[in-house]
């Protein structure tokens, strides 16, 4: 009975999961007879791309495309039928008369891969590669398969390793990325990617005929402008190949299982991403250009970049198209007249006219005219229908703009300003649309009273109840509301000027981070910190910022907040992370720092695909720039600091993967000369932490050291100090090192990925270096300085390690049961089930 009711809920289980996903018919191939339907799909050989029916974001329309299998969410790489959507999904993709064709439900053909005459009597199959292409090739002759299409050719968004961008000059096609129409639209849009074989080079034009930026002119390597490219040169081969037949710039992979893409957004940026397996997201190494207002058009019709904030607005008289795109950051749509003007009725009288004295002007012009007096150009503009917009510069040009206006940008005061006037409705428009805003005042402002009167009998009301509620409330609730009470009292002590604690640091208002973390949703969370999870915040101007949050129900923490904010705001160093703000309200507490786009140490050194991206060279820079930060720490800071945290996951990489130590909420200051302190409360790591700070509570910079030798092993080594390396012994990371160093077999400790790359007298000169660090003997351990030192000097004699701390041995008993034996012999711990 128990056995028909488990394979009942597998059936159950099996049915629900295959209505709520696409379904593989089999195989990678399409062939004659077969079609896929909307809910089939077919699958690459290898597993990593997938074809079949989509509907891309919000959108209802169906369409053809080619996707990442095993990537959540669903990455979309190439559509078919792109600007032909389908209102349904009871379509086919069928092989038919020798070509491969998108047939609706009533059996129109809405995309086909083939045009012109077609051979319909050929053997024909369509076949997914697991590089993303798909391939529609002839098979009558199986020996000798000839190639008859491929989508590589005809890219959508999305610029695959193997493929091409470029130029056939036999065809004179071109292999051309054009960007969604929006994110719910793959529409071709107004931004494109292309090459230009007259300059070697690729360029980015808005409605195909723009041009706004250029990657410079290529040397054999990369393009001059993009110095980014030549950076992972170990994982990456680009190439730009010009024959007599074809001009194309193409790249490839070194390691297959690297997933990685370019793109030609919505926004009208070119980007460069990978797939970090640790993070679960598209990791972007570059995108070009930078600057919002360099984007041609990116404000679309009527729409002023603002330089200083990276932002956009509409003109004044001028309204968002869509509200809900540019709340999403979406401006293609650009802006629209309020009201609109009245042609048949424009004179300089009845029409007025915005006027920006700052103001960077639309890209070209309609027509030019000479003028005598700056009336005189009024009246041109105004006497003409299509008038939009004018400009006099007081040298008697007139310069007069139709149609809407593109690439308005609003400038600094420090650079020469410029006037020009927009027309605007007609004055009865604009005095309707007066009253109709003053009358929906009046009734916004009456409403407001009432809830205003509401929410305070309500506010007091709750007030009495809970005032009722504490005084009968004991034991925990009572904790947790003194501990609250706590933390807005030493807050206030931050802010108030006054006072000697106060830091020069920018407060942020909560709606403020509310609205740059979209309101802490899960989609822009980094990760999970020791108090609280970290998110990812766009602030004005496009500002990346990393949102650390103290969250009330950690009960601990309020201290090293405080302390966080005082000391790290003190301190400035390249290998520090900086702090950029803090918040505090009557729930959290947050800091906010620099966004540090490659995320932290840990998630690259400890991966087996990506920890490739770092060759020999950046692992010595970044145990070079750990030691340089703790010895500003330590010595050449104006407080003497011990991080007292240090570990893999709280060193964070900036875009050039230059290290940066964070998370100082366990830091101390000692004062003047100490070196040493001693304390009741261990807190830390396990596994990064000295013997003298976890069995007697006294830190030191000698325990800062100890924790960066660990974490220098755990680079060099790409394994963690927790893990067991041998099946006969069962030794930690540092006893793993100290047996190869003893047995000489130390370079059997270096990470597989750096062989190749490895300096291998460099190498053992940082394990000799990271050995003297984990000594169990704190005055046996170098300073930090003394470690900077010995890293980059040259034919210096390095003392001989000690045997460190933490080595731990088993052995078996008579009786079977395991001891672990620590290195001093004075602790011994039993391992029974409870």
């Known amino acids: 009975m128990k056995k028909s009711y488990s394979i009942l809920i597998l059936f159950v289980q099996f049915l629900c999961f295959s209505l709520n996903t696409n379904l593989s018919f089999g195989g990678n191939t399409i062939s004659v007879n077969e079609s896929v339907s909307s809910g089939q799909t077919i699958i690459s050989s290898g597993g990593k791309f997938e074809l079949g029916f989509f509907t891309p974001g919000d959108s209802r329309s169906y369409y053809i495309g080619i996707w990442y299998k095993k990537l959540y969410p669903k990455t979309v790489v190439w559509v078919a039928n792109r600007d032909k959507p389908l209102d349904d999904g009871d379509a086919k993709l069928i092989i038919s008369q020798g070509n491969l064709v998108l047939l609706d439900g009533f059996q129109n053909s809405i995309w086909s891969a083939l045009a012109g005459n077609i051979n319909p009597n050929i053997s024909v199959t369509a076949v997914i590669r697991d590089d993303g292409n798909l391939i529609l090739s002839d098979v009558s002759k199986a ?15 999305t610029f695959l390793p193997g493929a091409k961008i470029g130029y056939d000059k036999r065809t004179q096609r071109k292999q051309v990325l054009v960007s969604w129409k929006s994110l719910g639209d793959p529409a071709p849009g107004m931004y494109t990617l292309e090459m230009d074989p007259k300059h070697t080079q690729c360029v980015i034009k808005w409605n195909r005929t723009t041009e706004y930026w250029a990657s410079g002119s290529w040397d054999g390597l990369g393009f001059s402008s993009v110095p980014q490219m030549t950076l992972n040169g170990s994982v990456y081969n680009f190439s730009y190949i010009d024959n007599e037949n074809e001009s194309y710039f193409t790249y490839s992979l070194y390691d297959s299982t690297i997933q990685s893409r370019f793109i030609m957004d919505v926004s009208g940026k070119f980007s460069h991403l990978s797939w970090l397996n640790g993070s679960m997201q598209w990791n972007p190494f570059w995108s070009q250009p930078r600057d919002l207002c360099e984007v041609y058009a990116k404000c679309g019709a009527f729409g002023v970049c603002h330089e200083a904030y990276a932002t956009c607005n509409c003109l004044s008289g001028f309204k968002p198209r869509s509200d809900r795109e540019w709340n999403s950051n979406d401006y293609s749509g650009g802006c629209v007249r309020d009201q609109k003007v009245q042609c048949n009725a424009i004179t300089e009288d009845t029409d007025s006219l915005w006027i920006s004295s700052i103001m960077r002007l639309p890209a070209s012009q309609d027509t030019n005219i000479t003028v005598g007096q700056a009336s005189q150009c009024r009246s041109a503009c105004f006497n003409n229908c299509s008038c939009t917009a004018y400009t006099n510069d007081g040298s008697g040009t007139c310069s007069i703009w139709t149609g809407d206006l593109f690439n308005l940008q609003q400038l600094s005061k420090s650079e020469t300003e410029r006037t020009i006037f927009v027309k605007l409705g007609s004055p009865e428009a604009q005095t309707k649309a007066k009253k109709s805003m003053k009358l929906k005042a009046i009734l916004s402002s ?29 034991g925990s609730q009572g904790a947790y509301i003194s501990h609250w009470h706590k933390a807005e009292g030493e807050a206030k002590v931050l802010m108030n000027e006054n006072s000697d604690e106060a830091i020069d640091v920018p407060y942020f208002h909560m709606e403020t981070i509310l609205a740059a973390t979209d309101n802490f949703s899960n989609a822009n969370k980094l990760g999970q910190g020791g108090f609280g999870p970290v998110y990812k915040g766009i602030f004005p101007g496009e500002k990346e910022i990393a949102v650390k949050t103290l969250s009330s129900h950690s009960r601990q923490g309020i201290d090293e907040f405080k302390n966080e904010v005082t000391l790290i705001a003190k301190l400035q160093h390249r290998n520090l992370v900086r702090l950029l703000g803090y918040c505090i309200n009557a729930t959290e507490q947050i800091l906010l720092y620099e966004y540090m786009p490659n995320k932290s140490l840990d998630t690259f050194i400890f991966d087996e695909t990506i920890c490739q991206l770092l060759d020999w060279k950046k692992r010595y820079d970044i145990i070079l720039g750990i030691a340089r930060g703790l010895s500003y720490l330590h010595h050449d800071s104006r407080l003497r600091i011990i991080h007292r945290d240090l570990k893999t996951s709280n060193i964070l990489l900036d875009e050039e993967m230059n290290p940066k130590i964070s998370d100082f909420g366990l830091a101390r200051i000692v004062e003047g000369k100490v070196t040493e302190a001693n304390t009741k409360k261990v807190v830390g790591t396990f596994g990064y932490m000295s013997p003298e700070y976890a069995l007697d509570g006294l830190f030191s910079i000698k325990s800062d050291v100890f924790s960066f030798g660990v974490v220098a092993l755990e680079i060099i080594s790409g394994r963690r100090n927790t893990g067991f390396y041998q099946s006969e012994e069962v030794l930690n990371l540092l006893g793993y090192a100290w047996k190869l160093w003893t047995e000489e077999g130390e370079i059997q400790l270096i990470d597989k990925s750096l062989l190749e790359s490895c300096n291998k007298s460099e190498a053992i000169k940082c394990i000799n270096v990271a050995l003297l660090c984990v000594q169990e003997d704190p005055s046996h351990r170098p300073n930090m300085s003394d470690v900077i030192l010995m890293l980059g000097g040259e034919g210096i004699n390095l003392p001989t390690p000690n045997r460190p701390a933490f080595v731990i041995r088993t052995h078996t008993t008579p009786t079977n049961k395991k001891y672990i034996v620590s290195n001093n012999q004075v602790t011994i711990t039993v391992e029974e089930g409870r």
Do not use: E
Not at 146 to 153: C, E, G, K, R
Not at 455 to 474: C, D, H, Q
């Open 143 to 157: 020996s000798a398969p000839l190639l008859l299409w491929q989508s590589f050719d005809h890219p959508t968004h």
């Open 446 to 474: 009456i409403t407001a009273l009432m809830f205003l009167l509401i929410g305070s009998f309500s506010y007091i009301y709750y007030k009495r109840r809970m005032a009722k509620r504490a005084v009968r409330s004991k």
